[in-house]
């Protein structure tokens, strides 16, 4: 979808991979009826890094995926499900599915890089006070999942993201070794309820929102690697409450919406009009975008319109305080005829114009420039 829109929408609170994903798409199959027409793709996966050729080529067949519910009018993308399961899949197997707490944003997560932390987790441990140095690595060990939130009636309300197996990795380093040496693992379990939609502040702006709501607390597994004689055993509360206090800080009851540009290709144009996960799909609509004229003036007012193309249209009455919203394939020339004479105006796709006065005439708001 980044590649039709030219927009690729960050959430920069988590960090990313550094090798993101490579999808080529390719068509599978066509239906048209009366309800439009469908087109399916399927998709191939680049390797996520330049060391993973060892990864072998992984097929995920469509076998009987679902097609989306038809829709009154507008385009909609839905992606499945299984795309983000193949993508965690190549990432869980690839060099880059690590990264360091100290790149998190938040400190609660940070915390969980620093030496005094480990003190008291590992109270006594040698390794931590003899190492010149200690890492501490997020590593997804297994593929995501999703599943679907319900409402009271049933109906899907958002998703839930498992991730079934993220590792936390304790390493130090060491004068004279060369490589980190492994003190500790820890693995957690996380289901996180999330829900999307597209906020419409106004007419024209558009904006990606996902609100991440609280779940079910992580499940913490802890273990030692090669722990020295009479080590102590692992602070598991206190690791599992740092663990879920960074969680929190980072995803829960958080909500951040991106804004969304409309999309122009080949003179079509469309906006973002809703987006949800379905029960079956992640699923965006999109829209040809609307042009309406507002009449501010304490006035009515009599107008024409055309687009590239066609006609004039038959005379058209505003009353103050109402509107009028056209849905045209391309912009409109608005006209209109006063004691000063014929006015001409164009109204771009997408816009809003406030008509504000009508003697001398003043259209508004939207961009609306005056046709030479």
Not at 28 to 37: C, F, K, P, Q, W
Not at 146 to 158: H, N
Not at 315 to 341: I, K, N, Q, V, Y
Not at 351 to 369: C, D, H, M, W
Request: charged residues 20%; contains cysteine.
């Amino acid at each position: 979808l980044a590649s039709i829109t030219d927009q690729t929408v960050s959430y920069a609170r988590f960090p990313m991979p550094l090798w993101q994903p490579r999808f080529r798409f390719y068509p599978e199959a066509i239906t048209v009826d009366e309800n439009g027409l469908v087109l399916q793709l399927g998709a191939q996966v680049a390797a996520l890094a330049p060391q993973s050729d060892h990864v072998p080529i992984r097929a995920v067949p469509a076998g009987d995926e679902p097609q989306p519910a038809a829709l009154g009018r507008g385009l909609e993308v839905a992606v499945s499900p299984r795309m983000m399961t193949a993508w965690g899949t190549l990432l869980a197997a690839s060099d880059v599915a690590r990264f360091n707490v100290l790149d998190m944003a938040d400190e609660e997560f940070r915390t969980l890089g620093k030496r005094d932390f480990w003190l008291q987790v590992l109270p006594g441990d040698p390794r931590i006070m003899q190492a010149e140095e200690l890492e501490t690595d997020f590593v997804l060990m297994a593929p995501l999942a999703i599943s679907t939130l319900q409402s009271a009636d049933g109906k899907p309300d958002g998703f839930q993201l498992e991730i079934p197996q993220l590792q936390l990795q304790l390493c130090g380093r060491y004068a004279g070794r060369k490589l980190p040496q492994p003190i500790a693992t820890v693995d957690f379990g996380i289901i996180q309820p999330v829900k999307m939609g597209i906020e419409k502040p106004d007419f024209a702006r558009r904006a990606m929102k996902l609100s991440m709501i609280a779940g079910p607390k992580p499940t913490v597994v802890p273990r030692h690697i090669d722990p020295p004689p009479n080590a102590p055993d692992f602070d598991i509360e206190k690791l599992a409450k740092q663990f879920e206090s960074g969680w929190n800080q980072t995803f829960t009851t958080f909500a951040m919406a991106n804004p969304l540009k409309d999309i122009h290709r080949n003179g079509m144009a469309l906006r973002w009009e809703a987006a949800d996960w379905t029960g079956k799909h992640f699923a965006v609509r999109l829209e040809r975008p609307a042009i309406r004229v507002r009449n501010t003036a304490d006035q009515a007012i009599e107008y024409q319109v055309h687009g590239t193309g066609t006609p004039w249209s038959e005379s058209l009455r505003l009353a103050p305080g109402d509107f009028h919203e056209f849905r045209p394939p391309t912009a409109l020339t608005w006209r209109t005829t006063s004691a000063a004479g014929e006015t001409l105006f164009t109204l771009p796709l997408g816009f809003e114009a406030n008509v504000k006065s009508i003697t001398p005439l003043r259209v508004v708001q939207g961009a609306v420039a005056p046709v030479k």
